[in-house]
């Protein structure tokens, strides 16, 4: 369970967004405030991911290290650069626990 030097990150879509692929972006738009958002391809990757039980590393992992030519360091921090991002805006959630699991 991860090496113990960064506290694992669960991330979350909103239920406040509506979202659709549109060529390889992502546009997601607040129903709060009607913000819209363009996610790039590898935002849109992690954008899918994020299922609130799937550890963040791992979603880098699997969606961007394993796709693209990038350090799974760097590739984490962007990562959570986004998340952080979206989550100011209130269009994903961060947690430290994952979500429970839908029985």
Do not use: C, Q
Not at 4 to 24: P, Q, Y
Not at 29 to 35: E, Q
Not at 38 to 49: C, G, M, P, V, Y
């Amino acid at each position: 369970m991860g090496s113990g030097r960064v506290s694992e990150k669960f991330i979350s879509r909103s239920d406040k967004v509506a979202a659709r692929m549109l060529g390889d972006e992502m546009m997601v738009m607040s129903v709060v405030d009607s913000t819209l958002f363009s996610l790039n391809e590898t935002a849109s990757l992690i954008w899918n991911a994020a299922d609130g039980a799937t550890p963040l590393s791992e979603i880098v992992e699997r969606e961007i290290v394993a796709k693209f030519d990038v350090s799974a360091a760097d590739a984490y921090r962007d990562a959570l650069a986004l998340a952080e991002e979206l989550a100011r805006h209130g269009i994903l959630r961060i947690a430290d626990r994952p979500r429970a699991a839908k029985r």
